[in-house]
């Protein structure tokens, strides 16, 4: 309701073309092209982050606080990834659990909101409007302590060890024996992942998948 009230009083401009109306307007959508990709068996993302448009709506969701920027992501990772099974009859068996990858406590201060927890959000309630239950457990995993961000770390080792350990695990009782889902924004070299779970998996999940935004 406060987002809804603050939208009509700084009206919201594409991050594309300026336009006013919305964060991203129909004609600039349409040049960011779907170009699904899976790394690995088990992580799957959406757009290319070498697409100018999608690296500037990441950051405008992170930054510029343009939720509905998350809310579009979400929407789109849906439609992708989640909405076959909605409408299929391969329905899993197990309950299917959306896990955010958290930010640090200086950027959730900062921003107000944990941007991949906004994701994640909208992929549950599209998953809702067709009668797909996914269960979200936002604050699951936390950063147990700050860290650089990634793309600072230049190289590969530096980027392991700097999430080495950055993740704790609250209520991990509530993913035992069902598939995760992981949620996140960009996927460089996959060490944040790797990291994120590591930690879940000590939980004894079925299995552990990932949805990103870009890579
Ligand atoms: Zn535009």
Same mark, same amino acid.
């Given at each position: 309701?406060?987002?809804?009230?603050?939208?009509?009083?700084?009206? *919201? @401009?594409?991050?594309?073309?300026?336009?006013?109306?919305?964060?991203?307007? #129909?004609?600039?959508?349409?040049?960011?092209?779907?170009?699904? @990709?899976?790394?690995?068996?088990?992580?799957?993302?959406?757009?290319?982050?070498?697409?100018?448009?999608?690296? &500037? #709506?990441?950051?405008?969701? /992170?930054? %510029?606080? /343009?939720?509905?920027?998350?809310?579009?992501?979400?929407?789109?990772?849906? $439609?992708?990834?989640?909405?076959?099974?909605?409408?299929?009859? =391969?329905?899993?068996?197990?309950?299917?659990?959306?896990?955010?990858?958290?930010?640090?406590? &200086?950027?959730?201060?900062? $921003? +107000?909101?944990? @941007?991949?927890?906004?994701?994640?959000?909208?992929?549950?309630?599209?998953? /809702?409007?067709?009668?797909?239950?996914?269960?979200?457990?936002?604050?699951?995993?936390?950063?147990?302590?700050?860290? *650089?961000?990634?793309? *600072?770390?230049? =190289?590969?080792?530096?980027?392991?060890?700097?999430?080495? @350990?950055?993740? +704790?695990?609250?209520?991990?009782?509530?993913?035992?024996?069902? =598939?995760?889902?992981?949620?996140?924004?960009?996927?460089? =070299? +996959?060490?944040?992942?790797?990291?994120?779970?590591?930690?879940?998996?000590?939980?004894?999940?079925? &299995?552990?998948?990932?949805?990103?935004? #870009? %890579?």
């Amino acid at each position: 309701m406060l987002e809804d009230f603050l939208t009509l009083l700084f009206p *919201e @401009h594409c991050i594309g073309c300026n336009k006013t109306g919305s964060a991203l307007c #129909a004609i600039c959508e349409r040049s960011i092209t779907v170009k699904a @990709h899976a790394l690995g068996t088990t992580v799957a993302t959406l757009f290319d982050y070498q697409n100018p448009l999608v690296k &500037r #709506a990441l950051w405008a969701l /992170k930054y %510029h606080r /343009k939720r509905s920027l998350g809310k579009y992501f979400g929407i789109a990772l849906y $439609r992708e990834f989640f909405k076959s099974v909605a409408q299929g009859n =391969t329905r899993p068996k197990e309950a299917i659990v959306l896990v955010p990858v958290p930010s640090g406590k &200086r950027a959730l201060r900062l $921003r +107000g909101y944990n @941007h991949s927890g906004v994701i994640a959000a909208a992929i549950v309630q599209a998953a /809702k409007a067709d009668g797909l239950v996914l269960e979200l457990e936002a604050n699951m995993l936390f950063k147990k302590r700050e860290n *650089e961000q990634q793309v *600072e770390a230049r =190289t590969k080792t530096k980027r392991s060890e700097n999430v080495a @350990h950055v993740f +704790g695990v609250r209520t991990g009782e509530r993913i035992a024996g069902k =598939t995760v889902v992981l949620v996140d924004d960009v996927i460089t =070299t +996959g060490a944040t992942i790797a990291e994120a779970k590591r930690a879940l998996s000590e939980w004894k999940p079925r &299995r552990i998948l990932t949805v990103a935004v #870009a %890579h």
